[in-house]
């Protein structure tokens, strides 16, 4: 595909975004994820920092901040969203079985 800028769509830097920076090195997604203190090593390839992020995590909630996160991240990109208003909309949409558990995690990162 052909653009006209291949810059980071958040910001005017003159980073390229790949498929790996809007998720894990834009400075917004950066910020999203010390929020949620979740720390990515930037070592590693996307999958094993995800395999990597199960150790810091329950395995149940996991999932769950992982797709709303990235969600919100790409809906932020395209200007369609806010992150906080994205991850207070998810306990509308958890799993009963979650939901009390996603309400005390959302709580403590605000």
């Not at 992150?83 to 996603?102: D, H, I, N």
Request: aromatic share 14%; with cysteine.
């Amino acid at each position: 595909m052909i653009l006209d800028d291949y810059g980071c769509a958040l910001y005017s830097a003159r980073v390229e975004e790949t498929s790996n920076h809007p998720f894990f090195t834009c400075s917004f997604s950066s910020w999203c994820w010390r929020l949620l203190r979740i720390h990515w090593n930037q070592n590693l390839h996307c999958f094993d920092r995800i395999v990597e992020a199960h150790r810091d995590f329950s395995s149940r909630m996991l999932r769950e901040i992982l797709i709303v996160t990235f969600w919100a991240i790409w809906k932020h990109g395209n200007k369609k969203g806010i992150f906080k208003e994205e991850l207070a909309l998810v306990l509308l949409r958890a799993k009963p079985s979650l939901k009390q558990e996603l309400e005390v995690w959302l709580c403590n990162i605000r």
